[in-house]
């Protein structure tokens, strides 16, 4: 091959070489060729030894990221088998119509590249969504929605890279239709696996427009309800445009309480709720910090049969995780002192840097403080579309309890 070559030092090749997709500058003796910004290079070992082949960025701490252990050119081609691997994984999905993450960067083994894909239900076509977390894909991102709309059948393609996280690759925010068809107002009508419809704003919504990595827990939290019967009544605090609410009524919950500080995402929880066909009368919903909505609840005494905690990032990085662990344990003890006793709770955090460990530990604290009982009844993570790597363990984000609290 006659791509650039990163040759790597002595003594930093083993991750490499274990499949790590990561290469810090300080991995890298030397660069060979003149490589531009966002090309492929291949990666060889301090005794000239092929080890792996990637994109560079010579502007970001990880600079490459890794795409292949062997030794193959990176082409459209191999795009398109990469693309094929997603697909055929994500069929239980595709060919039940439902919404799914097809593209999960690194633990996809495709580091930067996030692809979500919405099939609307009103018209039976999918789009998908792209985002590039990165120089490497930035700089392909035409030729790689060009292949996407091709292999995946989609309507159209839409570019969401609008993440803070491409400013450590020196790159700033963007958004549009990428290739294809927009959708009508750039929205679809999906289907969760719950069983509840939902519109997904392809542009304004969070993340790529939805938060798929929590389809399961919806469906989980409808199944509970069955099981425990009619008359539950759920508090579902940062409920987004209120997934967690609608799977409750679809599980038959006698009442739901939405609490969000988003005017806009309660606004688009309330039109679904209509859309269902649920009754306006089960449904409450407060614009509002859900720290202040529990202290509140406290004193007014409200108690809840099933509560969902399902908080934004509160750690961006390491250095922040003591103040998050503060904010969690806070946010948790409330949850404990709010629930019927033989109450559920699904607890999650999707901060990166608390680890699982760590996360029962905060749990921990707010439970002996609280003076609760409570047992594990499941641990929770993002669903099976959202696969993590093994030799990539920093991919798993989401985690979470179920827990039964006496
Ligand atoms: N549970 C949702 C996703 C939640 S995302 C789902 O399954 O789809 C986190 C939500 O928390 C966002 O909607 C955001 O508006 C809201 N939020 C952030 N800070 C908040 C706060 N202090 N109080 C209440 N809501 C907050």
């Not at 996407?148 to 309507?155: C, E, M, Q, S, T």
């Not at 549009?176 to 509840?196: H, I, K």
């Not at 988003?262 to 688009?268: E, H, N, P, R």
């Not at 609840?297 to 662990?325: L, M, N, Y």
Request: hydrophobic share 40%.
């Amino acid at each position: 091959m006659s791509s650039p070559t990163l040759i790597l030092r002595p003594g930093r090749e083993k991750p490499i070489l274990q499949q790590h997709p990561w290469v810090y500058s300080g991995a890298i003796e030397r660069v060979a060729g003149d490589p531009e910004p966002g090309e492929i290079v291949t990666l060889v070992t301090s005794r000239g030894e092929f080890a792996a082949r990637g994109y560079w960025n010579p502007r970001s701490m990880l600079q490459a990221r890794l795409l292949t252990w062997r030794d193959e050119p990176i082409n459209e081609a191999w795009w398109s088998a990469a693309f094929a691997r997603a697909i055929a994984a994500r069929r239980p999905w595709l060919d039940a119509g439902l919404p799914c993450r097809l593209v999960h960067a690194e633990s996809d083994f495709l580091p930067g590249l996030v692809v979500d894909v919405y099939p609307d239900t009103a018209s039976g076509e999918r789009w998908a969504v792209l985002q590039a977390l990165t120089l490497g894909i930035e700089a392909r991102k035409d030729e790689l929605a060009a292949i996407l709309l091709r292999d995946l059948g989609a309507a159209g393609v839409y570019d969401r890279s609008d993440v803070d996280i491409r400013k450590k690759e020196g790159l700033g925010p963007q958004k549009g239709l990428l290739a294809g068809r927009a959708a009508p107002e750039n929205r679809v009508q999906v289907r969760e696996s719950a069983g509840f419809a939902l519109t997904v704003d392809l542009l304004k919504g969070h993340k790529t427009g939805h938060y798929l990595d929590q389809q399961a827990n919806h469906a989980l939290l409808r199944d509970l309800i069955i099981q425990r019967g009619p008359e539950q009544r759920l508090l579902n605090l940062f409920s987004y445009t209120g997934s967690f609410g609608l799977a409750a009524l679809a599980g038959g919950a006698a009442h739901i309480t939405n609490v969000d500080s988003s005017q806009g995402a309660l606004d688009l929880a309330e039109a679904s709720r209509a859309n269902n066909g649920y009754n306006a009368a089960s449904v409450a919903s407060f614009t509002a910090d859900a720290f202040q909505f529990l202290r509140a609840a406290e004193e007014s005494g409200d108690r809840w049969d099933v509560i969902i905690c399902d908080p934004p990032k509160f750690a961006h990085t390491h250095g922040q995780v003591e103040r998050a662990a503060r904010g969690y344990k806070d946010l948790n003890l409330r949850c404990f002192r709010l629930i019927e006793p033989g109450g559920l709770i699904m607890t999650f955090s999707c901060s990166g840097a608390i680890t699982r460990d760590l996360f029962h530990k905060i749990v921990f604290g707010a439970l002996v403080d609280s003076g609760r009982q409570a047992q594990i009844v499941r641990e929770l993570s993002a669903g099976d579309d959202h696969p993590v790597a093994l030799t990539f363990p920093e991919g798993e984000y989401l985690k979470g309890l179920l827990l039964r609290v006496y």
